[in-house]
């Protein structure tokens, strides 16, 4: 109890959701300007002439066109990189890894046995059960010889030294890892999903860039997502999005790699994520209030260190690779991205004081703005293409030359595609394969009109979430693959 109120007073401490900044003008004109320009083109779609009437579209072109400019910039410089085991350097510090788990009986073993493979020993596999109403315990039991250890309230295997098993009421992933925390030695804490399966390589690899960079306190590897087969056979749709995420989870690694140049990455995936303890520690662990707790916490990293001039800095390692478990249904990834969206726009609210702020350096001169104008991109994007259908209808003369930029645009794309597919085959060591590029000019094709329709929606259902103060994860039908089982109503103030 004691290190629990521990970290209630450092997130407290550490958290503007608690302990608010003082907000400056240019913040609030900047995120004025955001909404004041998409409410002009809205009015501009009635009143304006030309291919300005489509000036939605034209604003979503442009701010998209020139972060793909400064992502490929930022990341020319990963072509020359040694492809297979840049960053395999000797071991690293000890870690830990805690897996925060729910119902998650079919997936564990597999997650458990890719742990246990790696080539840099884990100090302990710590399994959280939030709760599991499917058998959990019953399998570590008589999978692994999972018993009760009175010393320090764990089960621990008789089977696998390093392996235990935390039992908890259901409150949620946050306050599932944050328990996981008072149980761990380690220097270094990972967390992965119980349904993400890491390479062999993988914990070697971090925890190699952890020992390299003594400043690191924060690290993810790169992801490729998988669709779990539908057992009835139907499976179309589960390869559409199979497909279109390997693309956009590509893109989001490479983009991560861009902004780590300019020390304003602020994105490490918890499904396989890395931590300095003391670091985590310091700041509070992570917080149940939000609904995306890893993209939360490396903002409180951030903040701590440019107030108290630690000089913190996070990465994501190329060489680290694993898979995880995605959405394989349109009502799964809606759910999912209206989630991960009012969880965005919960944590820019909380950090809407650094936007803008020459205190947090570029973080705050250029990416918080840069997020600023996201949190309407979606919007703006939807904007843009129901005026076209608008056109469409009524046969408006600008449809001509809207759909010439729609055509750039799409070149743009495709040749992005093909530039992140080659950098990604290079840097992270894992081969594309014709194949792929075969399929990447298709998706480039296909996307807009498609899937960034969905994750637009689903960014939208977001914004209904965060304004209505319906903020939860969402309950996932029994039947369905489930990426995250934290069930309707789970979160609870730390």
Request: glycine share 8%; proline share 5%; aromatic share 12%.
């Given at each position: 109890?004691?290190?629990?109120?521990?970290?209630?007073a450092?997130?407290?401490?550490?958290?503007?959701?608690?302990?608010?900044?003082?907000?400056?003008?240019?913040?609030?004109?900047?995120?004025?300007?955001?909404?004041?320009?998409w409410?002009?083109?809205?009015?501009?779609?009635?009143?304006?002439?030309?291919?300005?009437?489509?000036?939605?579209?034209?604003?979503?072109?442009?701010?998209?066109t020139?972060?793909?400019?400064?992502?490929?910039?930022?990341?020319?410089?990963?072509?020359?990189?040694?492809?297979?085991?840049?960053?395999?350097?000797?071991a690293?510090?000890?870690?830990?890894?805690?897996?925060?788990?729910?119902n998650?009986?079919?997936?564990?073993?597999?997650?458990?046995a890719?742990?246990?493979?790696?080539?840099?020993a884990?100090?302990m596999?710590?399994?959280?059960d939030?709760?599991?109403?499917?058998?959990?315990?019953r399998?570590?039991?008589?999978?692994?010889?999972?018993?009760?250890?009175?010393?320090?309230?764990?089960?621990?295997?008789?089977?696998?030294?390093?392996?235990?098993?935390?039992?908890?009421?259901?409150?949620?992933?946050?306050?599932?890892?944050?328990?996981?925390?008072?149980?761990?030695?380690?220097?270094?804490v990972?967390?992965?999903?119980?349904?993400?399966?890491?390479?062999?390589?993988?914990?070697?690899a971090?925890?190699?860039?952890?020992?390299?960079?003594?400043?690191?306190?924060?690290?993810?590897?790169?992801?490729?997502?998988?669709?779990?087969?539908?057992?009835?056979?139907?499976n179309?749709?589960?390869?559409?999005?199979?497909?279109?995420?390997?693309?956009?989870?590509?893109r989001?690694?490479?983009?991560?790699?861009?902004?780590m140049r300019?020390?304003?990455?602020?994105?490490?995936?918890g499904?396989?994520?890395?931590?300095?303890?003391?670091a985590?520690?310091?700041?509070?662990?992570?917080?149940?209030n939000?609904?995306?707790?890893?993209y939360?916490l490396?903002?409180?990293l951030?903040?701590?260190s440019?107030?108290?001039?630690?000089?913190?800095?996070?990465?994501?390692?190329?060489?680290?690779?694993?898979?995880?478990?995605?959405?394989?249904?349109?009502?799964?990834?809606?759910?999912?991205?209206r989630?991960?969206?009012?969880?965005?726009?919960?944590?820019?609210?909380?950090?809407?004081?650094?936007?803008?702020?020459?205190?947090?350096?570029?973080?705050?001169?250029?990416?918080?703005?840069?997020?600023?104008?996201?949190?309407?991109?979606?919007?703006?994007?939807?904007?843009a293409?129901?005026?076209?259908?608008?056109?469409?209808?009524?046969?408006?003369?600008?449809?001509?030359?809207?759909?010439?930029?729609?055509?750039?645009?799409?070149?743009?794309?495709?040749?992005?595609?093909?530039?992140?597919?080659?950098l990604?085959?290079?840097?992270?060591?894992?081969?594309?394969g014709?194949?792929?590029?075969?399929?990447?000019?298709?998706a480039?094709?296909?996307?807009?009109?498609?899937?960034q329709?969905?994750?637009?929606?689903?960014?939208?259902?977001?914004?209904?979430a965060?304004?209505?103060?319906?903020?939860s994860?969402?309950?996932?039908?029994?039947?369905?693959?489930k990426?995250?089982?934290?069930?309707?109503?789970?979160?609870?103030?730390?």
């Open positions: 109890m004691e290190q629990y109120a521990q970290l209630r450092a997130l407290v401490r550490a958290s503007p959701r608690y302990t608010p900044r003082p907000v400056s003008l240019r913040s609030i004109l900047i995120y004025g300007v955001v909404l004041g320009l409410l002009l083109v809205l009015a501009g779609a009635l009143t304006f002439s030309g291919v300005l009437t489509w000036a939605a579209g034209l604003l979503y072109v442009t701010y998209d020139l972060l793909l400019f400064y992502v490929f910039l930022s990341t020319r410089h990963l072509l020359r990189r040694a492809p297979a085991g840049a960053d395999r350097r000797e690293g510090p000890g870690a830990a890894v805690i897996i925060a788990a729910r998650e009986l079919a997936a564990l073993p597999r997650t458990i890719a742990l246990l493979a790696q080539t840099q884990l100090q596999i710590l399994v959280v939030d709760g599991s109403t499917d058998g959990t315990l399998m570590l039991r008589e999978r692994y010889g999972v018993k009760e250890d009175a010393r320090d309230g764990l089960e621990k295997s008789s089977r696998i030294p390093n392996l235990a098993w935390l039992h908890r009421p259901h409150s949620g992933k946050a306050l599932a890892l944050n328990a996981g925390l008072a149980h761990i030695a380690a220097d270094i990972l967390t992965v999903d119980a349904d993400t399966i890491l390479e062999p390589g993988a914990v070697a971090v925890c190699g860039a952890f020992r390299q960079e003594p400043q690191l306190v924060a690290a993810c590897g790169v992801l490729r997502p998988v669709v779990e087969k539908d057992p009835t056979g139907l179309a749709a589960r390869r559409f999005f199979q497909w279109f995420q390997t693309y956009e989870y590509i989001a690694s490479i983009s991560r790699a861009a902004w300019a020390d304003s990455m602020l994105l490490v995936s499904a396989f994520a890395a931590f300095r303890r003391d985590l520690l310091t700041v509070g662990g992570f917080d149940a939000c609904l995306v707790e890893d939360e490396i903002h409180r951030h903040r701590w440019y107030e108290h001039g630690a000089r913190w800095t996070v990465r994501v390692i190329g060489s680290a690779r694993g898979a995880t478990d995605v959405p394989g249904t349109l009502p799964a990834f809606l759910r999912q991205r989630r991960w969206f009012a969880g965005f726009l919960q944590t820019q609210w909380w950090n809407r004081d650094m936007t803008g702020n020459s205190r947090y350096g570029l973080l705050g001169r250029v990416m918080m703005p840069v997020k600023a104008i996201d949190t309407l991109q979606p919007v703006y994007g939807l904007t293409f129901c005026l076209l259908i608008w056109f469409a209808a009524h046969g408006r003369s600008v449809l001509l030359p809207v759909s010439s930029i729609i055509a750039g645009k799409i070149f743009i794309d495709l040749a992005f595609h093909l530039w992140s597919v080659r990604y085959s290079v840097w992270t060591g894992e081969p594309a014709g194949a792929r590029f075969g399929l990447a000019f298709v480039a094709l296909a996307e807009p009109f498609s899937f329709l969905m994750r637009h929606s689903g960014a939208v259902w977001g914004w209904w965060f304004l209505s103060g319906r903020l994860w969402g309950a996932v039908p029994a039947a369905e693959p990426k995250a089982t934290y069930a309707e109503g789970e979160r609870q103030a730390p």
